[in-house]
């Protein structure tokens, strides 16, 4: 149980570095990564990374923090997710979706499985935008003083490097 956890802490660490290591404005690194985790609460599951760049792009945030910010929503985690999402978008929308087995998943002609789906994405994707928008406000100023805190301590560095290096002249 201790490697899962060591693991867990260096790939949090890892991210974290290439998140605050990006050459960019921390501003534009803070709304990237904000956009990244507001896409990675909609449940188009192989559409949220091209949703938070595109979104990144046309809003100006980083391109890169953008597609990193979308990794918090992956398959590990979606079978808990999604259905939270669901039952936040029920909440405001009181669509009754009639419950699908594997057996009827597998059976049910495309045409109503669609016609039954639509009302169960649309209550989803209501529930991942109420979830997202406060989500992608929190991020975004937690990693804004991030991003801040590391530039400001590798200048403080870089700076104490330079103070301890002899002239030439």
Known sequence: MEKIWVKIARLSRYT????????APAESIALGMALG???GALPFLSLQMA???ALAFVLRGN???AALGT???????WALIFPLLY???KVFVPVEVAHLSI????NLPLLELL???WKWLLITTLGGFIAGIPLAIVTYFITLRAVLIYHDRRAKRRLERQRRMPRRG
């Open 16 to 23: 974290y570095l290439r998140v605050v290591r990006i050459k």
């Open 37 to 39: 985790v507001f896409a």
């Open 51 to 53: 949703i938070a760049v």
């Open 63 to 65: 391109v890169i923090a």
């Open 71 to 77: 990794w918090w929503s992956n398959p590990f985690n």
């Open 87 to 89: 039952m936040l978008g």
């Open 103 to 106: 057996h009827e998943f597998v």
């Open 115 to 117: 016609q039954r789906s």
